[in-house]
């Protein structure tokens, strides 16, 4: 029944996410209504508008204040979100650059120069007899090198007829969205990487903890059997194999220590700063140190997630593209006016006769060796069918990973639950086999095989536990939680 809602869930997530993006009516993405037969009217009757339904924040799925103050500092400092941050703003500066460009452009010009024809050519003649013109007034006498000044005011104006310039607009905003979502993740994966470190050191810990309190048992057995060698009930062979496995849980806690170190580096790595003592709260096996998720979640919960909404957002970068390649085809219509005062000598630039201005409209379109615009055409078609197949797998990988992660976490209960009962029994074992073992009934073997079984059984525990914990992270984070 879990198999079948998460389906028929799934497809009206992706019937809504499809109504609100532009997508070819030839292509839809196709998903199975459940890894079960389902009847039709089931899904239909499902089907209606798209869910609003939205994850705790982090602050509150996540209750340790200790880490909270983490995750705060990480989002500040953090190396890959800093990036992340200059990678937005890059695409910041496109939309700002295609803010305008519908608009007339309006530029101010201010000129000055000199030209000198030479006397043997039909400038220089013709500028020379110029001076004997009696139509000609003293202002209008040509000097030679001739000086020329220009203080106006320039324009050119692109009409958008085709909509080319404003799908360059909307490909340019898109893409700034497609990296807001970029961000996004980048914050998302690190707040997710700073739990599960932070989480393994509490565990480590705890397991410090396990092995020491291990080590108590076991120096007391040592004891027993030095008492029972020094009065001929026991042999050196005793003595020797407790020692052995002493030395054993000694290394074991020598291990655990470098994990630490190694899990304090990487946290502080996230963190942007360097190697320094973690603080970090206790834990024990009982505690739930992550809010449960319900295991009834609706998929629609997917659109949270960035990375599905990047790839919308890619594929409207792609569909934007893909109509200015086609529109390049088509007449492009140029206008460009100037307006100013330009005169000989700068004492007249601005007389009222130095007044000068041009207007002129261009009609251009491409008609031979249009192979360059072909080809840009056909990259963006495939470029398209790219980014909706790009979505297409993101959203069914982001289905997959959901359910999988689901199903993790009821097996991981009841192998937590199991696991549990078997702890309970090994400890009632090792305070047997020490009873025996003093009163002559059971063998040093027998005490370290219990010893040990306990040992291994509270990790395993601890472990699994700690699996838990890292699966309802990483689930919290697949559906879309995090930053």
Known sequence: MMKNILYTSLLVFVVSACKFHRIAADEKIKVPASYEPVSQTVIEDSLGPASTAQLQDWKNFFTDALLRDLIDTALIANYDIQIAYQRLQQSRAGVQYTKGIRLPDLNLNLGAGVRKFGDYTVDGIGNYDTQFSPNLNSKQQLPNPIPDFYAGLSSSWEI???????????????????????????????????????????????????????????NHALLVSEVKKSSGKANELAVEMMKSQILGAKTMLIEIQQQIIVTENKLNMLLGRYPQDIPRSTWNIEDEIT????????????????????????????????????????????????????????????????????????????????????A?????????????????????????????????????????????????????????????????RATYIEVINAQQGYLRAQIELMQIAELKNKNQILLYKSLGGGA
Not at 172 to 179: G, K, N, P, Q, V
Not at 199 to 211: P, Q, S
Not at 304 to 317: E, H, K, T
Not at 419 to 424: I, P, R, T
């Open 376 to 440: 840009q055409l056909m990259e963006r078609n495939a470029t398209k069918k790219e980014s909706y197949i790009q979505l297409e797998k993101t959203i069914v990988n982001a289905f997959t990973e959901v359910f999988e992660l689901m199903e993790k976490s009821k097996n991981l209960d009841d192998m937590k639950s199991l696991k549990s009962e078997q702890v309970s029994i090994l400890e009632k074992s090792v305070e047997t086999s020490m009873e025996l073992f003093t009163s002559g």
């Open 160 to 218: 958008d007829i085709w909509g080319k310039l404003k799908n360059k607009k909307k490909a340019a905003f898109a893409r700034y969205l497609a990296s807001e979502q970029g961000r996004t993740l980048v914050s998302t994966n690190v707040i997710a990487e700073i739990a599960q470190n932070y989480y393994a050191l509490m565990f480590y810990d705890k397991e410090l903890e396990i092995i020491k309190e291990s080590l108590e048992l076991q």
């Open 291 to 374: 809010q449960n998720l319900a295991l009834g979640i609706p998929s629609d919960l997917l659109m949270n997630r960035p990375d599905i909404v990047q790839a919308f957002r890619n594929l409207d970068v792609s569909n934007a593209e893909l109509v200015v390649a086609k529109t390049a085809f088509y007449p492009s219509l140029q206008i460009n006016a100037n307006l100013g005062y330009q005169a000989l000598r700068a004492t007249l630039l601005f007389d009222a006769g130095s007044l000068a201005y041009g207007l002129i409209g261009n009609l251009v379109s491409p008609l031979l060796n249009r192979r360059e615009l072909k």
